[in-house]
């Protein structure tokens, strides 16, 4: 090879890896990435089974039911709908009645929402900003609660 | 005045960092072609000091001083800069900055500084005189005194219906618990007791609560409408709406008639008679259950409806109570009573000025829940 | 009046860092040298008063000095003293007033440490770190002051959020800060150059220490932060792909590019206009992630800031910096002398490689960043990007990094011979190889995943002891001789070897934690029994106790080895802050060798169980383990003798001044 093939075939190696790099990143951005509904958009969005989503709203009043060892099940509300929600797994400090919370996981064919993890308000000035955002729109957003 | 020459004395040091350097006589200059010299010098030393350890083989260390030496012959090659000179801009910048850094500092600092609010540290708020402290600051010193004495029941007893008027429900809990520790039980403590723990518990009548209205009552007999009715409501939270309604009707009975008491238990009575009232049809279904359940937040409104209602008649007579106000337009709207909270806005501006600073941060607090600004 | 004092401090530092802006670089541009000597004593003035002004803070939250308004919703008077000190950066406005106190920091360092550099780029660095500097003096001026008063002052403060009454929090932010401020003032040798239009493999010597200096505490608080959220937010987790962690890993893989690339530069003078670059880029991302957790358009536990008028004005701050540096860059860089070219397969070559690489990844971990933000932007649809985006993206691209790793050092600059490379590597191949295997073998028959990634990290382990064996000629001369070579070995080959090696057992640590943890959930009640790993644990009973600000009811956890014998007790707890009525999770962790039992409490059941978490954690300690010996690494480095060059000696006045040599 001659130094000018030498040098161009370095600069197409350097070039594949990065064209390499590039489409998995849009594949991972197409299929790694997860949605976050509401519950009243969840009516409309009709998500598939199995499909990974973020639900976030209001832990619904009233809802938490402890079952066996750590399984957990409660309703995420807002305004318009409330999904059930079942969990495993130890639920985070703040996870409290009436408050925000965002959980990721999967709809079953009953249209429960199986979620793997659960994440709740940090402190009580700190709100999930997908649930708060939503919640102004929903024009339920109280600011101070106590 | 030691502030004002303190700040003077800042000023002046930073004014000579900017004019010590002007006026000194400029050092002699180096150009900067010596500085890379003495990299490469450096960098030729090094490859001796690899090459003796026999990191490197004697013809790399020979091409590389090679590419060292031909690095050190194109900055010759480039020639060194022209010697320092004085710059025509020197009178003008250095002008600008030996006036510009006092006068912005001064210019900022007036607009932005508060040099008359004297800093106040906690431990030399709390020592002066007693008559100079605000309700705060008494409370404060009342804590201070606790925590040094945690055995003074009479301590306790004093601080914890301050709390409970404070909305620091937690605190009284704790200082009612304490006074009955070291004072023993009666009837006032009791339900103080009772009322801390409602409040604690966000308006709910809990177990704990209930016993201490209980307790109350058997120390200090039936003359205590405090107690009856928050027993009565406990009751009807839990469904028992017989109970409710006859405690609630036995109470409205014992009443005298100007007891401030008759409002709020004959609104609690005709609430709790309405639900007993509800048609119940059939055996339980999941339906009856989910209404039951329905019903029990209804109740809860209900009460939390009643705590506002007294709120409100507490701010009628004083009136001079901006946390108060605050908690009275946020409960409106929480409750949904968009009209009302705005009336409340409206009577606290009125009560606590509207151009003070307290009427500001109602205005402004208001603005939070989006009740829009009134006039 | 003292914090009078500090607030009319921060005001002269903005007057002084305006003054740094202007004075050096009017006298850098015209040749003036009084000018240019200004920058010196301004500049370290300038940090005299930020650290005044900061002092004076500090002393508020001390005596509580609720009359600040930053006092009294951030600190409370009963707060334990240690909280009450480390309060004062846990917040928005104190943590900006240690961002600029860092940067001042910096300033006043190339300012005192900086005289074997040419004058007039001295001067200009020291204007564009005023410029930066003026611009967030600016910014908490005008819309984060710590020093705003009220009056009348309340008794009592807000305390601080519980979550963040942590001594590795109190620590980690100053570490962070130290990293991220520290790569500006590589930006503004960067931008130096290209205002001065000169640069030279000299350039690239004179910044090394700065980036390294930076290096060391970006990397020390990186790892200081996932230790933190490791043991103290009770999830078991060290890192999280948390949009604020991916803020502070960016511009440590950039910077950690930028310290390999200016090798470089330094030894062949090439490479030269990608430096540059990439000093602007490093700095450039230290500033997005400050504008990222500063303004508040993330969610996530650290943006306890939110405030959409800072958010703007940092964003400018941003735009300006990134923007004005590119731009200049794009403007200038043309005119700057081409560095040399080179044979691929040599050490450049190889660190070439490194910087493509690593360069991927950072921007494979930015888009994952930014795109949620960008889509909320554009469609308002709301996603988030987290592990399986960057165990897709981020993970192949590190790891052929990772194997790639070991052959750097083992080439020789300018021709390098893979081949011979590759045999000497022989030995390191076929131990990792083997402790893949016996992984495989013992550990679990079906970890593939595992076995590989455990072979990657010996791999790099003994990739690096294989460097330090071949330079100290370990085989070939006397071990005695070559004990001897080993110790006398610059600084900067122990140094290179240590980071490798410290990489090396962070991805050991990773790998096991990743591929071997276990984790079992179930409800105890007091008496029964466990078994993890080897260990047994009992849950022996929830006792309630109390701390100076918090109750707590701490579960009693007994560990028996496989003996039976009682080894250690874990107490875990569930607290409950009383001023805030916060409850937090204090997880119970046992070091057992490397790696970790790890306790979490969950809620009571009706029937008086408590439902407990309990993982086994492999080989955690040497997440944090490595990270420290890559500081360590660095630091050697750092104290290599070639960065201690001095400058030149000063013609007598007498003499003609071109008559340097």
């Known amino acids: 090879m001659t130094r000018k093939q030498k040098r161009l075939s370095i600069i197409a190696g350097a070039l594949g890896f990065l064209g390499a790099a590039t489409a998995l990143t849009f594949y991972a951005l197409g299929q790694k990435t997860s949605y976050f509904y509401m519950p009243a958009d969840i009516a409309n969005a009709a998500v598939p089974p199995g499909q990974r989503v973020r639900l976030g709203g209001l832990v619904e009043d009233g809802s938490v039911v402890r079952g066996q060892g750590s399984q957990v099940s409660f309703a995420v509300a807002d305004t318009e709908n409330r999904v059930p929600v079942v969990y495993v797994g130890l639920l985070p400090d703040l996870f409290r009645e009436g408050q925000g919370v965002v959980t990721e996981g999967t709809f079953d064919a009953g249209g429960t929402f199986v979620a793997d993890s659960v994440l709740a308000k940090h402190d009580e000035n700190y709100m999930p900003k997908e649930v708060a955002d939503s919640l102004k729109e929903q024009g339920v957003w109280q600011h101070a609660q106590e | 005045m030691v502030f004002w020459l303190f700040l003077a004395l800042l000023t002046i040091a930073a004014s000579l960092a900017v004019l010590l350097p002007l006026a000194r006589r400029p050092q002699t200059h180096v150009p900067a072609s010596a500085h890379d010299l003495e990299v490469y010098r450096d960098q030729l030393a090094e490859i001796e000091r690899d090459r003796q350890r026999g990191l490197i083989g004697e013809s790399e260390a020979e091409e590389a001083r090679a590419e060292i030496g031909r690095r050190m012959i194109k900055l010759e090659a480039a020639g060194t800069e022209g010697s320092a000179r004085a710059s025509r801009f020197l009178p003008i910048v250095a002008a600008g900055a030996v006036l510009g850094v006092p006068l912005l500092s001064w210019g900022v600092y007036a607009t932005i500084g508060s040099p008359d609010l004297p800093a106040q540290p906690l431990a030399q708020r709390l020592e002066k005189d007693p008559r100079d402290n605000t309700l705060d600051e008494l409370v404060a010193r009342a804590e201070g005194h606790i925590r040094a004495n945690p055995e003074d029941g009479r301590g306790w007893n004093v601080l914890a219906p301050i709390y409970l008027r404070l909305n620091r429900p937690e605190d009284a809990v704790v200082a009612y618990r304490n006074a009955i520790r070291l004072l023993g039980s009666d009837a006032a403590r009791e339900t103080g007791l009772g009322e801390a723990l409602f409040a604690e518990a966000g308006g709910i009548v809990t177990k704990e609560s209930a016993d201490a209205f209980r307790r109350a009552l058997e120390a200090g007999g039936n003359d205590n409408p405090k107690a009856r009715f928050y027993l009565a409501t406990a009751q009807a939270q839990e469904g028992r709406l017989e109970e409710a309604v006859a405690g609630l009707t036995a109470l409205m009975g014992d009443l005298p008639q100007a007891s401030p008491w008759r409002g709020v238990v004959g609104q609690a009575l005709a609430r709790a008679q309405a639900e007993l009232g509800a048609p119940v049809a059939g055996g339980p279904s999941s339906d009856d259950v989910a209404a039951a359940a329905q019903m029990n937040a209804e109740d809860r409104a209900a009460m939390i409806e009643t705590m506002v209602a007294s709120l409100d008649e507490r701010l009628r007579d004083n009136p001079a109570d901006a946390d108060g106000w605050r908690r009275l337009v946020r409960s409106y709207s929480v409750l949904g009573r968009k009209d009302d909270a705005r009336q409340a806005l409206e009577r606290g501006l009125k009560a606590l000025g509207a151009d003070s600073e307290a009427g500001q941060e109602l205005r402004d607090f208001a603005g939070t829940l989006g009740l829009g600004a009134v006039e | ?661």
């Open chain 3, 1 to 661: 009046m003292m914090i009078e004092t500090g607030h009319f401090a921060l005001v002269l530092a903005f007057a002084l860092s305006l003054a740094q802006v202007v004075l050096p670089l009017v006298g850098a541009r015209t040749g003036d040298a009084r000018l240019m000597a200004t920058g010196r004593p301004v500049a370290i003035t300038c940090f005299a008063m930020t650290a005044l002004a900061f002092a004076a803070l500090v002393m508020a939250y001390v005596l509580s000095d609720f009359s600040v308004v930053n006092v009294f919703e951030n600190s409370h008077s009963q707060k334990p003293m240690l909280y009450k000190v480390t309060g004062t950066w846990g917040n928005h406005e104190g943590s900006m007033l240690l961002w600029v106190l860092i940067l001042t920091l910096f300033g006043a360092l190339v300012a005192a440490f900086g005289r074997n550099l040419p004058a007039t780029l001295q001067a200009t660095v020291l204007s564009v770190q005023g410029m930066v500097g003026a611009a967030f003096f600016l910014f908490i001026l005008m819309t984060s002051n710590p020093f705003a008063r009220l009056n009348p002052a309340p008794i009592e403060g807000r305390d601080l959020n519980p979550i963040l009454q942590d001594i590795g929090l109190a620590i980690h932010p100053p570490l962070l800060y130290l990293g991220y401020v520290g790569f500006s003032v590589c930006f503004s040798f960067a931008v130096a150059a290209l205002i001065e239009g000169r640069i030279d493999a000299a350039w690239a010597r004179w910044v090394r220490p700065w980036t390294l200096v930076a290096w060391v505490f970006l990397t020390g608080g990186i790892a200081m932060g996932s230790f933190w959220a490791y043991y103290e937010l009770g999830w078991g987790g060290f890192w999280f792909w948390d949009p604020v962690e991916n803020a502070s890993f960016m511009p440590w893989l950039a910077g950690t590019a930028l310290l390999h690339s200016a090798i470089v530069m330094e030894k062949r003078g090439a490479l030269k206009i990608w430096t540059l670059l990439l000093s602007i880029l490093t700095f450039s991302l230290s500033l997005l992630g400050t504008f990222l957790v500063r303004s508040g358009v993330l969610t996530s536990v650290h943006a306890f800031a939110s405030d959409p008028s800072r958010g703007v004005f940092i964003l400018a701050i941003l735009v300006f910096f990134i923007g004005g540096a590119l731009a200049l860059f794009a403007w200038r860089s043309q005119s700057l002398a081409p560095g040399g070219l080179f044979h691929p397969i040599s050490r450049e070559g190889a660190l070439v490689l490194n910087n493509l690489f690593l360069s991927t990844a950072t921007a494979t971990v930015l888009v994952g960043t930014l795109y949620p933000l960008a889509i909320e932007a554009v469609t308002g649809d709301k996603i988030s990007v987290g592990e399986p985006f960057f165990n897709l993206t981020f993970g192949p691209v590190f790891a052929v990094l990772l194997v790639a790793v070991p052959f750097g050092p083992l080439l020789a600059w300018k021709r390098g011979d893979l081949f011979a490379a590759a045999q000497r590597l022989t030995m390191a191949f076929a131990l990792a190889a083997l402790a893949g295997i016996l992984a495989l073998l013992f550990l679990d028959r079906n970890a593939a995943l595992a076995a590989l990634g455990i072979g990657l990290a010996f791999w790099l382990v003994f990739g690096a002891l294989t460097d330090l064996a071949l330079r100290a000629g370990i085989g070939k001369v006397t071990p005695r001789t070559a004990l001897r070579r080993l110790v006398g070995l610059p600084r900067s080959a122990h140094g290179t070897a240590l980071a490798h090696l410290g990489l090396g057992l962070s991805t050991l640590g990773v790998v096991a934690v990743v591929t071997l943890q276990t984790e079992t959930i179930l409800t105890m009640k007091p008496g029964e029994t466990v078994d993890v790993a080897d260990y047994t644990l009992r849950f022996e009973a929830l006792s309630p106790h109390r701390g100076p600000n918090y109750t707590e009811d701490q579960g009693i956890f007994p560990v028996f080895n496989a003996d039976g014998d009682r080894i250690a007790t874990i107490m875990s707890s569930k607290r409950l802050y009383t001023a805030r009525r916060m409850p937090t999770t204090e997880a119970g962790i046992e070091t057992l060798g490397l790696s970790q039992l790890y306790v979490s409490l969950g809620d009571e059941t009706d029937d008086g169980g408590v439902v407990v978490r309990i993982w086994w954690k492999p080989l955690v300690t040497l997440i944090w383990l490595g990270a420290l010996v890559m500081m360590i690494g660095g630091t050697l480095s750092l104290a290599d003798r070639r960065l201690r060059v001095g400058a030149p000696a000063r013609p007598r006045k007498a003499e003609p001044a071109a008559a340097a040599p």
